[in-house]
């Protein structure tokens, strides 16, 4: 029995085409700097409690931690050759964004001081118009040839 020889489906033209589109839209500096920003953001807000300094605040300093390291995953994905699987992802970390907005004054025990608030506000602010920006630009890139 002759073994099957037609190319995979990685080599489909339709799959082709959007890698390539999505190489280029990763290619363009303005989304450079969006994806680098947001790589930033996710580290700063995942270290956050260490650099404000309210890590003995447990339940925000665990909040920021894991919401920080999935901010910075969902970025790396972005900035990586995964990127046409990826960027559809804009809208879990805006979600993450509004998430750490919220947090000081929703997760459990009294967290809700002036750093903490500021420190979430300022950062998680960023990281939604980080989010939507990505997604816009997704959206243009998408509506273009």
């Known amino acids: 029995m002759a073994a099957h020889t037609s190319p995979g489906i990685d080599q489909h033209p339709d799959i082709m085409a959007l890698r390539a ?4 839209a990763t290619t363009n500096p303005a ?4 994806e680098g920003l947001a790589l930033l953001a996710g580290l700063f807000l995942a270290a956050s409690p260490w650099i404000v300094g309210f890590s003995g605040l447990t339940t925000l300093t665990v909040t920021n931690l894991i919401a920080g390291v999935a901010f910075t995953l969902l970025t790396m ?9 990826t960027h559809g992802m804009s809208w879990a970390a805006l979600g993450i964004g509004i998430w750490t907005i919220i947090a000081p004054w929703v997760v459990s025990g009294s967290v ?5 608030i500021w420190s979430n506000c300022v950062v998680g602010g960023v990281m939604v118009l ?6 816009a630009m997704v959206a243009r890139a998408a509506r273009r040839p």
Request: charge should be neutral; aromatic fraction near 8%.
């Open 21 to 24: 589109h999505s190489e280029r």
């Open 31 to 34: 989304a450079q700097a969006v």
């Open 77 to 85: 994905g972005f900035v990586n050759s995964a990127y046409e699987r």
């Open 112 to 116: 809700d001081t002036t750093r903490t």
């Open 130 to 135: 980080l989010s939507l920006a990505t997604g």
